[in-house]
């Protein structure tokens, strides 16, 4: 059989995934590895884990393994309906849905909005999951840059407005708005009730994907966008307060566009694991998801820290880097003439540390100056040891 | 938001899900149905499940709640390599991909093979689910007709032959050669022989949903197709041989093509449940899944058999079914007159009895005189009660 003659040209657009690549690299255990965005399994609570496990499995018996609702197991639902709802979004069980991940709500966003050629907008960087998720849906990127304080209204503005002046509409504004993957950098509350209103405006859905704003080190949160506007479709996981290895994320938003998730939900996987659904609700009601994320904050508090005063430590004084208040990565900027998608295969190679290119958040492959430094799963002594080996190579360039 | 001007013309084309209104009339305590696939709660080896994830737990600890890798844990693809090996398909562990349930799996390959309006040959009538997978993609149906013997190779070359006359080419031929659902037919080793080779002279690959198989009452079990000819794409899912709920299935299939498939998935849900599959491994591994699918075989062939009886009782004598050797279902042909669609809601009112409705398995929403009756969830006294109710109603129209 010639497959290559058979592919769908989505596969085609798609080449090859960063993400595999990042994760191959993690793989060689003398690499010191910033490319990855893994949780740091210290965080997990094991032994509680799995009295859950045992407990759901023993009371639910066999109701936990067997098929579940599309939407999500009602008990879930409702836990999830009143957590948004302490986070500022009065939500009805009606409005969630449980995923199998972030990703996959991401994905089932896609399938309802997306058809070939439409509009989407992303960070000038992004996530690239996301960005590896929306190409796959054949989009065109429209790309808005960030700076300290997140996406620029005022350019987002022009994209907006430009399209409009073309007759197009963007499908959806995708945004990362705390702790933003990858530049570490949050959206200001100002700036939130800017791009809220002006999407209403232009009748442009926005995306947001909160995966890392319950891990906040210090000062205060800003809104949640779908508290500031109901219609705002919100996106979420489970991954950094419970684990990744379960599965479990979710999707808040109106009724009707909740609806036509679950039917994309039905061409996607039907529904997620009953028993991870069972076991996430019954870790929730016990308060461990607050004990965890407690956990978590402390942990990679700790390790940001390390890494920040590593980056001063080491670093080439032409490198400048965002100091995030939570999540798990920052976002170094070098001089324009650095490329360090060039640089990675000898950084692992002679330095064995390794970190996510800038080239590869960037829908366009540019932003070749930049790198991604995730502080989340490494060890403290091995992010001192890493960040000094990157260090040295760096300023060995830089003369 | 004005959400129907956004959605894309994927989800309009989707209209409404048959699975979702199926699983919701199961809902209802004082209605038997025969409508849904589900697997009988009393299949599964609870107190052994709850021991592999206390196991796990122990002994793997955090390893099994972190992300694992896209293509799935090690341990679990080289299991399923051996697995396949011993059903006469002889795979290398490079040749698996672990995938979050079977939908999921046909969903990776119509991301890999599909454009919008590329055509897919289905069997007339087809498993429900897989044809709103398909349709998701924008597919074009192409339908086979079946019968006692599965899909008939005749009416396969008409379809191959005229496509190939236009210069088209079907992106695969889905078929579930055995216990089909919803007919309950199993295509005999002549025909299987038959289409792999009619497949690879028009250069179609054949995609083979064996869900089912496994579940053999009686008789001799047909070669797989996978093992007839090693380009055939395997679907498979342990839903029935361990249990739905924890969402494992996999793909076995050329490497280059299992290699598109994982890139596929890194934008439907990144990875599969690690704590999923590393039970379902030491399930595997402790001969948990054959001592389950004895268990299951001798339930299902008894619920099968009452069935049968029932049928036999109180079914009026116009009308005809299938005697599945395995699997979950039998198929019911009424005079041609009759219309399952238009009686099912009265069937559920008056008879508080639910079934499948013969349109729901045909792309092209014909075959109205059929139904599909599912023995697997129902209880045996419940089953016989069942078929009285909804025989008596038959009969009662039957003059």
């Known amino acids: 059989m010639d497959w290559n003659e058979l592919y769908s040209s989505r596969i085609e ?74 986070m500022g979004r009065p939500t009805q069980t009606a409005e969630c849905l449980v995923t199998t991940g972030g990703i996959a709500a991401l994905d089932l966003i896609c399938r309802v909005l997306l058809d070939p050629g439409d509009r989407v907008v992303v960070g000038e960087p992004a996530y690239l999951a996301a960005l590896h998720v929306i190409r796959s849906h054949q989009a065109q990127f429209v790309g808005v840059p960030l700076d300290p304080e997140g996406m620029r209204p005022d350019l987002l503005e022009v994209q907006l407005h430009e399209l409009k002046r073309r007759s197009l509409r963007a499908k959806f504004i995708y945004l990362v708005p705390s702790f933003q993957n990858p530049a570490g950098v949050t959206l200001t509350e100002e700036r939130r009730k800017e791009i809220v209103a002006m999407a209403a405006r232009y009748g442009v859905p ?26 705002v479709i919100h996106i ?100 324009e003439d650095m490329d360090t998608q060039a640089l990675l295969p000898r950084a692992i190679e002679a330095a064995a540390v390794a970190y996510g290119a800038g080239p590869s958040f960037y829908h366009h492959r540019g932003g070749k100056n930049h790198m991604r430094l995730s502080y989340s799963y490494v060890s403290k002594s091995r992010i001192e040891q890493g960040i000094q080996r990157l260090g040295n190579l760096l300023c060995s360039l830089d003369r």
């Open 236 to 335: 979420n996981t489970l991954s950094k307060v419970f684990n990744p290895g379960v599965r479990i994320g979710w999707a808040t938003a109106p009724q009707p566009f909740i609806e036509a998730l679950a039917l994309a939900k039905q061409g996607q996987d039907q529904c997620s694991s009953t028993i991870g659904q069972y076991v996430a609700h019954a870790f929730a009601l016990e308060g461990l998801i607050d004990r965890q994320r407690a956990k978590a904050i402390a942990i990679y508090r700790q390790k940001r820290d390390v890494m920040l005063a590593a980056l001063d430590q080491y670093f080439p004084a032409s490198a400048r880097w965002t100091r995030p208040e939570g999540g798990f990565y920052t976002w170094v900027t070098l001089p």
């Open 206 to 231: 926005i995306v947001e994907d909160a995966a890392y704003r319950d891990l906040r080190f210090e000062g205060q949160a800003p809104s949640l966008l779908a508290a500031l506007d109901p219609q």
């Open 13 to 86: 657009s798609m080449g090859h995934s960063d993400v595999v690549a990042m994760l191959k690299l993690a793989e060689r255990p003398e690499v010191i590895s910033f490319a990855g965005g893994l949780p740091d399994p210290d965080t997990f609570l094991l032994k509680e884990t799995r009295e859950m496990f045992e407990k759901v499995l023993t009371r639910m018996g066999a109701a936990a393994l067997g098929y579940g609702p599309t939407h999500g197991i009602t008990p879930l639902r409702e836990w999830l309906a009143g957590h948004m709802t302490r």
